[in-house]
């Protein structure tokens, strides 16, 4: 931990008010400790981890994104990318996990 961060432990053990720097996006802030969040980020945060159910949304839209880059070919095997809508449900699945997890990296701010 930085030298800078101050946390209040009380004497039963608890944690109390921080002091310092956002984990996110570094502004001075004092609150009580939540993964080092401002309130503007910690709100981010819970508004994008919300934004679960529109994961299969953001599976489609990188699928489709990657038929347009690639000329709707698959860059490994070379044949022709069917529409989303034939995708078979476990690919869409997938599609959708790998959207969620470029999502969660975002929030936890491993880009």
């Known amino acids: 931990m930085d030298s800078a961060i101050k946390v209040k432990i009380y004497k039963d053990g608890t944690v109390g008010h921080y002091i310092g720097p956002c984990s996110c996006c570094g502004s001075l802030f004092q609150g009580h400790k939540r993964d080092y969040l401002c309130q503007r980020c910690d709100e981010a945060r819970q508004d994008l981890l919300q934004s679960w159910e529109e994961v299969n949304t953001d599976g489609q839209?990188?699928?489709?994104?990657?038929?347009?880059s690639s000329e709707g070919k698959s860059l490994v095997s070379g044949s022709t990318l069917p529409p989303w809508s034939e995708l078979p449900a476990p690919v869409k699945t997938a599609w959708g996990s790998a959207a969620k997890e470029v999502l969660k990296r975002r929030v936890d701010g491993n880009r």
Do not use: D, I
């Open 61 to 68: 839209a990188a699928y489709e994104g990657y038929c347009s």
